[in-house]
């Protein structure tokens, strides 16, 4: 199983709902909210050992609360 996906995620600071680890192959990660589309910002990697921190860097983000909502007023 690839590494990035087991790194634990809390529930969206925005709405509670489920949070993913998304990969645009090649380039960049950042988790995504399921349910309102909420995200973090994107982090680029140009390997694969860069790929692991930069989802352990999202991830991080992700689980303090520091997430992009465009919502009413954003």
């Known amino acids: 199983?690839?590494?990035i996906?087991?790194?634990d995620l809390?529930?969206?600071p925005h709405?509670?709902?489920?949070g993913a680890i998304q990969d645009e192959q090649?380039?960049?990660v950042y988790v995504d909210c399921l349910d309102c589309g909420s995200h973090t910002v994107h982090a680029a990697y140009e390997t694969p050992e860069e790929r692991l921190a930069a989802a352990r860097q999202v991830a991080h983000l992700w689980n303090i609360g520091k997430v992009?909502?465009?919502g009413v007023g954003d």
Not at 15 to 18: A, F, L, R
Request: glycine letters at 16%.
């Open 10 to 12: 809390d529930v969206c």
């Open 26 to 28: 090649g380039w960049c």
């Open 1 to 3: 199983m690839d590494p």
């Open 68 to 70: 992009i909502h465009a």
């Open 5 to 7: 996906y087991e790194i």
């Open 15 to 18: 709405c509670g709902g489920v």
